[in-house]
Structures are given as structure tokens and as C-alpha cells.
């Protein structure tokens, strides 16, 4: 059977690397009596696939990765063995498993079918961001952003990429830019903060950004336009960014990844 998994990654393990979160899982299901399938050849490894990789210093409530197993498990299953031997700043909230999976056969991985991301986005006590210059950004119409690949570097338009955002205040989270239907549901703001505590006093705001392998805008992009529209230099340290979800296409309709049947 083949199952993808749902992750949060919080506290002190902001700062573990994407590699080393591979590693933190690959010895998890070990310590579990999952039957986890391997490849086969010289350097067996365990067939886990995760998806877009998370910044260091970055939280998240949405974290994916695919993974096969020899025979088949219930998703409470998988979900229970795996939070029994994790530690406390990793817990797994979802399991969705495909019964009909045929091994050695094509696959449709989390990378591929990511389209968009949910983030939150607060700027510490003492920098010079107010919520006006998150007003600024939502009411731009173009917004030239220097955005550097692994390939090329080059001018881009921020405002292309982000579909939302929206303004927390003390009663609930205001609309402040909109393209399309909306993807925050009363679900993601439930589950995709959950693990997060906001700081007193501080500036904070949630947005809807492209994402994938095709097309990326990532929270940094984005918190740097706020710490220009400040007129200050951008420094990871003056925020805390923290990823609500990942949306991959079901059908040509926008879900979370969780709810995609693999």
C-alpha cells in the first residue's frame, strides 16, 4: 500500500535542515514494526518521497511526505505507531492511504502536484513594520521583487504570486486581498495554527503564495517586500514565518494535499 502523510514540525526543530528531518523519519518508522519497502540494488533506502522542502528557522503545520509499505495498514494505524515514537515538536495529523496501489508503478508524488501555499507571517516586537505596510502590499498592483533559482536570477512581479492575505486582529482574521475563491477555510485557520502562539504586540498576517516546482514565491519573498515597504533591510530574524498548508489539484479544484486521493 502506499500512504501520504501529514506532518507538523514546531519549536526547536525549526532549525533541523530538510535532510535531517529525512533522516528524523527514516529512523521513526524504523523504531516502529511498519514493513516499509525499500529499493532494491547495492544501497537499499527506504520509498519515501517528501514534498516541497521547508526553509530553515521555519515552522509548519503542513509538512508531506509519500511513503510504500508491503502490506496494508489503517491510517489510524500508521498515524498512532508513528506519534508513539516521535518527539514532542513532530506530530503526524494526518494519514490518507490509496488500497489499490500497484508497486513499480508510476507514481504521482506530493512535489508534483503542489500548486500553492498557506503561510503566516509576523513581524517581532521592535522592527519597524506596522500592519500599513501590510495594507500597501495587499493594495499593490505590482510589486518587482529580485528573485534568485538555483539556474537564473531575475525581476519578478510579487503581486503575480500572491492570491490572499489577510489581517489577524483580536476577533477574526480580515480580507485584505483576494483573488479568487478563498482557501482559508475556518479548518485551516483551526489546524494550521495550531501549534503556533502569537507574540504580543507583534505584526502578523497570513497569504496565499504559488508554489511548486514550476513556480515558487516563498514567505521570505514576501516578508522581504514587507521589510522594504518599512524601509529596512530584510532579516530572517526579525520574523517568525510559519507554513499553514500545502494545496495540491484535484481535478483542476484546489485542496490540501491531505484530502487528494493518491
Given at each position: 500500500?502506499?500512504?501520504?502523510?501529514?506532518?507538523?514540525?514546531?519549536?526547536?526543530?525549526?532549525?533541523?535542515?530538510h535532510?535531517?528531518?529525512?533522516?528524523?523519519?527514516?529512523?521513526?518508522?524504523?523504531?516502529?514494526?511498519?514493513?516499509?519497502?525499500?529499493?532494491?540494488?547495492?544501497?537499499?533506502?527506504?520509498?519515501?518521497?517528501?514534498?516541497?522542502?521547508?526553509?530553515?528557522?521555519?515552522t509548519?503545520?503542513?509538512?508531506?511526505?509519500?511513503?510504500?509499505?508491503?502490506?496494508?495498514?489503517?491510517?489510524?494505524?500508521?498515524?498512532?505507531?508513528?506519534?508513539?515514537?516521535?518527539?514532542?515538536?513532530?506530530?503526524?495529523?494526518?494519514?490518507t492511504?490509496?488500497d489499490?496501489?500497484?508497486?513499480?508503478?508510476?507514481?504521482?508524488?506530493?512535489?508534483?502536484?503542489?500548486?500553492?501555499?498557506?503561510?503566516?507571517?509576523?513581524?517581532?516586537?521592535?522592527?519597524?513594520?506596522?500592519?500599513?505596510?501590510?495594507?500597501?502590499?495587499?493594495?499593490?498592483?505590482?510589486?518587482?521583487?529580485l528573485r534568485?533559482?538555483k539556474s537564473?536570477?531575475?525581476?519578478?512581479?510579487?503581486?503575480?504570486?500572491?492570491?490572499e492575505?489577510?489581517?489577524?486582529?483580536?476577533?477574526?482574521?480580515?480580507?485584505?486581498?483576494?483573488?479568487?475563491?478563498?482557501?482559508?477555510?475556518?479548518?485551516?485557520w483551526?489546524?494550521?495554527?495550531?501549534?503556533?502562539?502569537?507574540?504580543?504586540?507583534?505584526?502578523?498576517?497570513?497569504?496565499?503564495?504559488?508554489?511548486?516546482?514550476?513556480?515558487?514565491?516563498?514567505?521570505?519573498?514576501?516578508?522581504?517586500?514587507?521589510?522594504?515597504?518599512?524601509g529596512?533591510?530584510y532579516?530572517?530574524?526579525?520574523?517568525?514565518?510559519?507554513?499553514?498548508?500545502?494545496?495540491?489539484?484535484?481535478?483542476?479544484?484546489?485542496?490540501?494535499?491531505?484530502?487528494?486521493?493518491?
Open positions: 500500500m502506499r500512504a501520504r502523510i501529514r506532518f507538523s514540525k514546531f519549536g526547536s526543530m525549526k532549525y533541523l535542515g535532510l535531517d528531518v529525512m533522516r528524523y523519519f527514516q529512523k521513526a518508522i524504523r523504531r516502529t514494526d511498519l514493513d516499509v519497502c525499500y529499493s532494491e540494488g547495492y544501497h537499499p533506502h527506504q520509498l519515501m518521497s517528501f514534498a516541497q522542502p521547508l526553509s530553515l528557522a521555519l509548519s503545520d503542513g509538512e508531506y511526505f509519500d511513503i510504500e509499505f508491503q502490506s496494508e495498514h489503517s491510517e489510524a494505524e500508521i498515524l498512532a505507531k508513528l506519534n508513539a515514537v516521535m518527539g514532542e515538536e513532530f506530530a503526524v495529523s494526518y494519514v492511504r490509496r489499490d496501489y500497484v508497486p513499480n508503478t508510476k507514481k504521482t508524488t506530493s512535489m508534483s502536484l503542489i500548486c500553492a501555499a498557506a503561510y503566516y507571517i509576523e513581524a517581532k516586537p521592535g522592527t519597524n513594520v506596522t500592519k500599513e505596510h501590510v495594507h500597501a502590499l495587499a493594495k499593490a498592483s505590482t510589486f518587482p521583487v534568485k533559482t537564473s536570477e531575475g525581476e519578478f512581479d510579487l503581486c503575480k504570486g500572491i492570491h492575505i489577510w489581517e489577524l486582529t483580536d476577533s477574526e482574521p480580515v480580507c485584505l486581498r483576494l483573488d479568487g475563491e478563498s482557501l482559508f477555510t475556518k479548518d485551516l483551526r489546524t494550521g495554527l495550531a501549534n503556533f502562539e502569537r507574540e504580543i504586540a507583534s505584526v502578523g498576517f497570513a497569504c496565499l503564495t504559488d508554489a511548486g516546482s514550476e513556480k515558487n514565491v516563498s514567505a521570505e519573498l514576501v516578508a522581504g517586500a514587507i521589510s522594504r515597504l518599512a529596512a533591510a532579516r530572517i530574524t526579525d520574523y517568525r514565518i510559519h507554513r499553514m498548508e500545502l494545496f495540491g489539484k484535484d481535478e483542476e479544484k484546489v485542496v490540501p494535499l491531505w484530502k487528494i486521493v493518491l
